[in-house]
């Protein structure tokens, strides 16, 4: 089993940068494929981006491509999420969620283990 703890939202103008924190405290974090979801008010929890057990598979969402990137640190029990050229549509609360396979995928339901999320807006 895993906790998963997400940081570093807040409030950004478009065109900005943030940097999400996802710790984990539990035991073989290695075991686990990453994953961050992300849910708009007023729709559902969409696939963000996702990284396999050694961070050597990443894949993420065309909406995401090219403007974040997602990366581990095994050694500290952390994922990132590095969001450049925010847009206003980017706004949404980010999840950190687990999976006890080598990664992910875009399926929710692929996910052991959920954070709690953390807001992040977009202002234009």
């Known amino acids: 089993q895993v906790q998963l703890v997400e940081s570093g939202g807040g409030l950004v103008q478009a065109g900005g940068s943030v940097r999400l924190s996802c710790a984990a405290s539990?035991?073989?974090?290695?075991?686990?494929?990453m994953g961050w979801f992300r849910q708009a008010p007023g729709k559902e929890r969409e696939f963000v981006a996702d990284i396999s057990r050694g961070g050597g598979t990443t894949s993420y969402a065309d909406s995401t491509r090219g403007r974040f990137t997602i990366s581990r640190d095994n050694a500290k029990n952390m994922v990132y999420l590095q969001m450049n050229s925010l847009k206003p549509e980017d706004t949404a609360v980010y999840f950190c969620?687990?999976?006890?396979?080598?990664?992910?995928?875009?399926?929710?339901?692929?996910?052991?283990?959920w954070g709690q999320g953390t807001q992040v807006t977009v202002s234009s």
């Open positions: 539990g035991r073989s974090f290695s075991s686990y494929g």
């Open positions: 969620a687990a999976a006890l396979a080598l990664r992910g995928g875009v399926r929710e339901a692929n996910y052991n283990y």
